[in-house]
């Protein structure tokens, strides 16, 4: 075969064509590396929590998906950023990054104290939750020291998107992987009490992870303001308050932020109420989680690529390119799912190995426990190809800015978890198995019906973005919403 026979063949394969395997995977890569680390990191702690106590890990679990929570909204604009930054990308709209990065950063700046005066509020959600007196106090105490946290939290993730949605996902990774670590070895020497550190559990993990976003914050400042972003993307220039560009980036990332709280909730529902169930029901539910989080997070790696290459697609005009890095994704996703989900079921004992390393002689309870949380892995196994494929179509309608859609469908998929899995646990009476079935059927639906608005297209015409004047002026005062179409 001729060279040019082989480039052409390259060019149109799966792999090599473009938005193919390479493309994707090269934006991916990084962002699945930064996903797991960061995981890994929540996994650890949880693993050395479960070393002092069943009652600190779940403790541990449940006040941070509440904390989590709290700051959902401000997250989701924030993190809707790098939405804006690869559609002006692909637009070559360059000096418009800067601006839009910062106006992420005082919505980070605001909301920080708003959240911080409101968690005496937040935390009477463990009052109402009532696991018992001890994991109710460790639930408080861990609550607040990660408030300390949440202004960093908003900040690293509005600078991270000047980067992310750019596609130099590379910077992302190293920097995430880099407080990764040191969060890791300061949970071992602040939860243990080693080098000199006090022996503090659960509220040592707390601290851990909070001088780890603070320094996050402060190296991603340094970071965007370098000398070599500051007349390409105006970094320092774009510093100032633009009420119109806060406007469209609050009237699409709202949405997001709104979505994600409700995904939460629901989610935090659902745990607080098997809760309800058994000390061992909830020990076994948390296990089975945290090593799920750890298996799906390539996958949200993959999901977070999937939005910022639609973005820049959408951004120069190549819907086609879009939907052709969606199903990219997809394959890729469903690939990973497969493998892990097989694992699930033949050796979940693989997995659930580092919370019973500390168990040198375990008791009937621990067995009792061991054995439910593999039970329930294979629920996991059940949903995890849905649940990527929900990911997946998500993203992509998420990067066009169709996020309204994304908001309702969360406000009919929230309120059903809740319902149903209310209804199973006080009304109807279901076994531990019976609710995670109920759970595993939410998720089939809520990727079957994100698979459909994929399909139906209305992603396609959708921008967040202005025109470039050059191309049509924009108007005096334009106006939240689609502008191209």
């Avoid at 990332?253 to 995904?263: I, M």
């Avoid at 990911?391 to 809740?418: E, P, Q, W």
């Amino acid at each position: 075969m001729s060279e040019p026979a082989v480039a052409t063949l390259e060019k149109t394969s799966w792999w090599g064509r473009p938005m193919g395997g390479h493309d994707v995977l090269r934006i991916a890569l990084p962002l699945v590396i930064s996903s797991v680390s960061w995981t890994v990191m929540t996994f650890v702690d949880r693993m050395f929590l479960k070393w002092t106590s069943g009652e600190a890990m779940s403790a541990a679990f449940f006040a941070a998906t509440v904390w989590f929570a709290s700051l959902c909204v401000p997250l989701g604009i924030c993190t809707y950023v790098s939405t804006f930054v690869a559609q002006y990308h692909g637009d070559g709209q360059f000096k418009r990054i800067g601006p839009v990065m910062w106006q992420g950063v005082w919505i980070a700046l605001l909301a920080g104290p708003i959240l911080l005066l409101a968690a005496p509020l937040i935390v009477q959600v463990f009052h109402v939750a009532d696991h018992g007196v001890g994991v109710q106090q460790k639930e408080t105490l861990y609550f607040y020291i990660l408030t300390v946290g949440t202004p960093a939290m908003l900040l690293a993730q509005s600078f991270s998107s000047f980067y992310s949605g750019r596609g130099q996902t590379v910077v992302v990774m190293w920097t995430d992987m880099i407080f990764v670590v040191l969060n890791v070895l300061l949970d071992y020497l602040w939860i243990f009490g080693h080098a000199g550190f006090p022996a503090m559990g659960i509220a040592g993990a707390g601290w851990a992870t909070v001088v780890a976003l603070w320094l996050k914050a402060l190296t991603y400042l340094l970071l965007v303001l370098q000398k070599k972003h500051r007349f390409q993307f105006h970094t320092v220039l774009g510093m100032c308050w633009d009420f119109r560009l806060v406007r469209r980036l609050v009237y699409f990332g709202g949405p997001s932020g709104v979505q994600l709280l409700l995904d939460v909730m629901g989610f935090s529902i659902f745990v607080l109420l098997v809760h309800r169930i058994g000390s061992l029901e909830a020990e076994a539910t948390t296990m089975a989680f945290s090593i799920n989080t750890l298996a799906f997070m390539p996958i949200w790696g993959v999901a977070l690529a999937t939005g910022i290459l639609v973005g820049q697609r959408l951004g120069e005009d190549r819907d086609d390119l879009a939907a052709r890095a969606t199903w990219t994704a997809l394959w890729i996703a469903l690939g990973y799912m497969v493998l892990i989900s097989i694992l699930y079921v033949v050796v979940p004992e693989f997995f659930l190995f580092g919370f019973f390393v500390a168990d040198v002689d375990p008791t009937g309870q621990q067995l009792a426990i061991k054995s439910m949380a593999a039970n329930l892995l294979m629920f996991v196994a059940a949903y995890n190809l849905f649940d990527a494929a929900a990911m997946i179509f998500a993203s992509t309608v998420k990067g066009a800015g169709d996020t309204r859609f994304i908001l309702k469908l969360s406000l009919v998929m929230a309120a059903m978890l809740v319902l149903v899995t209310w209804l199973g646990v006080e009304v109807w009476k279901l076994s531990i198995y019976g609710c995670w079935a109920l759970f595993t059927t939410w998720i089939w639906v809520l990727g079957l019906a994100f698979l459909l608005r994929f399909l139906q297209g209305k992603w396609r015409k959708i921008r967040v973005i202005e025109v470039r004047a050059r191309e049509s002026p924009a108007p005096a005062s334009p106006t939240p919403g689609p502008i191209r179409s």
